[in-house]
């Protein structure tokens, strides 16, 4: 498994680059630390000016960081100009990279005001998984996995990429699905769900709960107020270009305010 951490060199930054150190360390996984800087100049003649100050610091921060490491990981860095959204997915492209793992900004979560081209744009138009960490988030402090689900044309694939993502944690799950109104139909689909998974996967512990909310980010937000110690799982699912211009995706939406570290599956 190869996994890309996008660096700011901020704390929020190595928070969550030590997240990712832990996440490694039981996936036989390298690291490649993402430095992507868009350099802003007043004339041509200083362009190369600039650039190589700004790359000679990032290199050196970077090694500092990579020669700090006491863990048996292998870690290298790439520097790179250009946009934070655009360097991690050209990056993501080029390097068969299976997860990101990047941190969030402020105290309680992302802040629209800072999240706008970074953390929000790479969950939305990432091809990979992409784990969203909280300042403050600790990887030691989860206990848990929370599933969420729609019970609207699950995708199996995606369930089966969430257990080869987080299985090695060896930690309970939990399927939540929030419910805006009383569904016979999706009623069956979560009783069949439970069926799949429990034969599916017979070494995991699954634990189911429903919850009953006007609207998905209320319901979802209750559930983890008393629930500090797990990761939230939102599962991505393709959808046609109207639907993507007109409907607000789940995963971005709760991604500006969530505490927890929260995984999106792709």
């Known amino acids: 498994m190869k996994i890309l951490v996008p660096t700011d060199l901020s704390e ?3 928070n969550a680059l030590d997240f990712a150190k832990k996440y490694a360390l039981l996936h036989d996984a390298s690291i490649t630390l993402l430095y992507a800087y868009y350099a802003v100049y ?3 003649a ?3 000016e600039i650039v190589a100050a700004i790359e000679e ?3 050196k921060a970077l090694r500092e960081e990579i020669n700090a490491n006491a863990d048996p990981l292998y870690i290298d860095y ?3 100009q250009g946009t934070i959204s655009t360097s991690i997915n050209a990056t993501v492209l080029s390097g068969d990279y299976d997860l990101i793992i990047m941190g969030t900004q402020g105290a309680s979560g992302i802040k629209k005001a800072l999240i706008g081209s970074n953390t929000a744009t ?3 138009e990432s091809q990979v998984p992409v784990i969203a960490v909280p300042a403050g988030a600790r990887f030691e402090s989860v206990k848990s996995i929370t599933v969420s689900v729609e019970l609207s044309n699950e995708d199996e694939k995606l369930l089966k990429k969430v257990t080869d993502l987080t299985e090695n944690w060896d930690l309970p799950y939990t399927i ?4 805006q109104n009383e569904d016979f139909n999706k009623e069956l689909s979560f009783k069949g769900l439970q069926v799949h998974l429990r034969d599916t996967y017979p070494d995991d512990e699954f634990d189911f709960v429903k919850i009953a909310s006007p609207d998905y980010d209320t319901g979802a937000q209750n559930y983890l107020k008393d629930q500090n110690d797990t990761l939230m799982v939102m599962l991505s699912k393709n959808k046609t270009f109207f639907e993507f211009l007109f409907n607000k995706s789940q995963s971005v939406a709760f991604a500006y305010h969530t505490h927890v570290p929260l995984l999106v599956v792709k």
Do not use: G, R, T
């Not at 939540?176 to 419910?179: A, K, P, Q």
């Open 122 to 124: 790479v969950i939305k």
């Open 176 to 179: 939540l699905h929030v419910s």
């Open 46 to 48: 200083q362009a190369e």
């Open 57 to 59: 610091d990032a290199n």
């Open 42 to 44: 007043d004339f041509a």
């Open 78 to 80: 790439k520097i790179v």
């Open 12 to 14: 929020n930054a190595k």
